[in-house]
């Protein structure tokens, strides 16, 4: 199955950007989200007395900063930075990430998936991507307090959508690269990308068809 034209798809292929697009893409997305998070946390963590609950966040911290290495490290190989594997396993990963984000911030991030389905590395990458992207977008730029996620497959399609109630000062910071790579990423597998301000809320809609993956539902 493929979305029809009108949905946003395009005849692109899975990973079909150039090398250096693609290692600059994967750094921005990937990397520099968390390590925006470890900078918040940093920053949060010098207005606060010494004490064990302190000593908890510079854990998750040295946690998340630990990870973007890790990326970094994959990326500047070559590699998928995940290895993909059934939706349930790939949602933890995701839901991982939400929790620190939770942890390392005023935020609080609610996170439901549903659905059984077969994901290979790059489209976990692009899973991961988009939802970095998306949690440090609501922050920085809309000061969300309230963020939902929702990983399903349904239909023989594989949706990410992730819902804040921030209040953009400027919606034109749409505009900005990180939300041009979930679009590209979405379109590389057949995909579309549809980020709306709605009257206080901001709503992300990240859908692909799982046909475009080469693997099965289950």
Do not use: K, Y
């Not at 991030?109 to 790059?122: C, H, K, L, N, Y």
């Amino acid at each position: 199955m493929t979305f029809p034209d009108h949905l946003g798809a395009a005849a692109a292929e899975p990973g079909r950007w150039g090398p250096e697009p693609s290692i600059n893409r994967q750094l921005h997305d990937l990397v520099v989200p968390q390590l925006f998070v470890v900078s918040t946390g940093l920053a949060a963590l010098q207005r606060r007395e010494v004490t064990p609950a302190n000593q908890t966040l510079v854990r998750d911290l040295a946690e998340v900063a630990a990870q973007a290495l890790g990326d970094l490290r994959a990326i500047s190989r070559g590699r998928p930075v995940h290895g993909g594997g059934a939706l349930d396993r790939v949602a933890d990963r995701l839901r991982l990430s939400a929790e620190t984000v939770t942890r390392l911030t005023d935020c609080t991030v609610d996170f439901v998936t549903s659905g059984e389905a077969v994901i290979p590395g790059a489209l976990e990458d692009d899973l991961a991507a988009v939802t970095w992207e998306s949690l440090t977008n609501a922050i920085r730029h809309g000061g969300a307090t309230a963020i939902g996620i929702d990983l399903r497959s349904e239909n023989e399609s594989l949706s990410l959508i992730i819902t804040d109630n921030g209040r953009w000062i400027d919606v034109s910071d749409a505009a900005s690269s990180g939300i041009e790579g979930m679009r590209d990423r979405a379109v590389a597998w057949h995909g579309r990308a549809v980020i709306d301000h709605g009257d206080g809320t901001t709503r992300v809609v990240w859908r692909i068809p799982l046909d475009a993956t080469g693997h099965s539902l289950t």
